[in-house]
């Protein structure tokens, strides 16, 4: 009878510590792949072999001696488990819009020659990037994407170079194990360069762009109105700013957003661009729209312009207006640009 007891006792045991592993595994898995993202992990592992998009033009206005400069367009994750990001403190130009769950993601532009040795963490693009991408042409860079993205590009509708590192250009990217899957792609500047030389990226102007205006104001005597602004995305954003470095600098649930070296993520030209956002599916994926005109915010030197946004035709750039018709000019250093809906709450 002991003996019994003693075997349904340990049976007993034996079979609640299995239910325990697989429970750990569970919540382990879960924790990488983020409720708030319930489908991306799984439809990014299984692109497979999407075709490069060939260019036809690239917009930087380069001299003639210059064509082999590509403009550099990349996609960084914004998930609380990315961070910190590298190289984001370089960009010439970053849009933030949001994805699945209002989690907001950055394209980032950069010259070729301002690369920075480390980018990342890489994630999977939507069409609304690609379309902002195209407006500098050159090469875009991703780890999968949207099944409209993916499909669009199969369809060869982006005027851009695709480096997708999941389909078959793995060998240019790389993971850090210090993170979390998806989390943890990145490219270097070695890599990227590599990739053109392989490929024979070759630049063509295009005729037809159309630069911004950047002018070096007067930035000592700054009568600063707007000090604060705050877009209330999933993870609230705001950007302060500072009289001393007469730059806005960006802090991001509450805590200062800093790059894998610790600087916090600043810009002297912010802009938040207002346009109509519709949830397509149940996954939440978004449709953006990036053509057409709207409401633009200008916050410079602690100011606010009020203005608008417009771009008329695809592949056209996107030129920046005040109320009363003039281009905006854009002070010396990057440029921030937050893509929100007309219902975001944006506070300033």
Do not use: C
């Not at 708030?36 to 917009?59: A, F, G, R, S, Y």
């Not at 000019?329 to 219902?343: C, D, K, Y």
Request: proline share 5%; no cysteine.
């Amino acid at each position: 009878m002991l003996f019994r007891l003693t075997k349904t006792f340990w049976l007993i045991v034996l079979g609640l510590f299995f239910i325990l592993i697989w429970i750990l595994i569970f919540f382990r898995q879960n924790k990488q792949t983020s409720i708030l993202e319930p489908l991306e992990n799984i439809q990014d592992e299984l692109v497979t072999q999407i075709k490069e998009t060939p260019l036809i033009k690239v917009d930087f206005s380069l001299k003639q001696e210059e064509k082999t400069k590509l403009p550099i367009s990349l996609i960084l994750d914004n998930f609380i488990e990315a961070w910190p990001l590298a190289g984001i403190n370089s960009a010439s130009i970053v849009y933030e819009a949001p994805v699945e769950a209002d989690i907001t993601r950055f394209l980032m532009i950069f010259n070729q020659e301002d690369l920075p040795d480390k980018i990342g963490p890489i994630r999977s693009a939507r069409p609304y990037f690609a379309d902002l991408a195209e407006e500098y042409s050159g090469l875009f860079v991703h780890a999968g994407g949207s099944p409209d993205f993916l499909q669009r590009v199969k369809n060869n509708e982006y005027q851009i170079y695709n480096l997708d590192e999941i389909s078959g250009n793995g060998k240019y990217f790389w993971r850090d194990n210090q993170k979390d899957k998806p989390h943890n792609i990145y490219i270097s500047k070695e890599s990227i360069i590599q990739t053109i030389e392989n490929k024979k990226l070759i630049n063509e102007l295009k005729p037809n762009f159309v630069p911004w205006i950047y002018n070096q104001m007067d930035l000592n005597d700054i009568q600063t109105n707007n000090l604060i602004v705050k877009i209330d995305y999933r993870e609230p954003v705001i950007w302060q700013f500072d009289k001393e470095k007469k730059v806005y600098l960006r802090y991001q649930n509450g805590k200062e957003f800093v790059d894998e070296e610790g600087r916090q993520v600043q810009t002297p030209n912010l802009i938040i661009q207002k346009t109509n956002i519709k949830i397509l599916d149940a996954v939440g994926r978004r449709e953006i729209i990036t053509l057409g005109q709207g409401q633009a915010l200008i916050f410079q030197k602690g100011n606010l312009i009020q203005g608008t946004w417009q771009k008329l035709e695809k592949n056209k750039r996107t030129i920046y207006y005040s109320s009363q018709g003039k281009e905006i000019e854009f002070l010396p250093g990057p440029i921030w640009i937050e893509i929100v809906s007309n219902n975001h709450q944006v506070l300033y």
